[in-house]
Every structure is written in C-alpha cells, then in structure tokens.
C-alpha cells in the first residue's frame, strides 16, 4: 500500500498525472480565478494544444510549484 502512495504528495497530487484547471484549483484548495492568476504569472506551467481552448496542468507542474513556494515565517 505504502509503494501506491509513492507518487503521491500529501494533498493527494499524482507526479504522473494530468488536471484540469478545475481538478488543480480544487487539489490545492485555490479559486479558480487564483490559479489562472498563478497560471499568467509563470509559477504554474500548463500544456494547451493547439487548437484547443483546454488546458491540462501535470502533477509534476503543480508539485514544482509548491517545491517552490516559500512561506514567511508568522504568515
């Protein structure tokens, strides 16, 4: 069971898996509006092929991101 959860964070993103905007923005506990803001300002990555208006987000991206984020300390 341990091995299954390998590729899991604690907020239940899979490293191998692919999210909508709505999937990641509820994943993270974020608005939706919170995440494309996010997405505009480069510190999340997307795919969106051409031609299509949907865009998918990988787990890798979204644990990126969160590597990333640091927090100040009393916030």
Do not use: C, D, W
């Not at 905007?21 to 505009?40: D, H, N, V, Y």
Request: proline share 1%; glycine share 10%; charged share 25%.
């Amino acid at each position: 069971m341990q091995e299954a959860n390998a590729n899991k964070s604690r907020i239940g993103i899979e490293a191998g898996a692919v999210y909508s905007r709505q999937e990641a923005s509820e994943a993270l506990g974020i608005s939706l509006s919170t995440l494309k803001r996010l997405i505009s300002k480069g510190h999340l990555k997307i795919s969106k092929p051409s031609g299509m208006r949907r865009v998918f987000i990988t787990g890798e991206s979204i644990l990126a991101m969160l590597n990333h984020t640091s927090v100040e300390k009393g916030a």
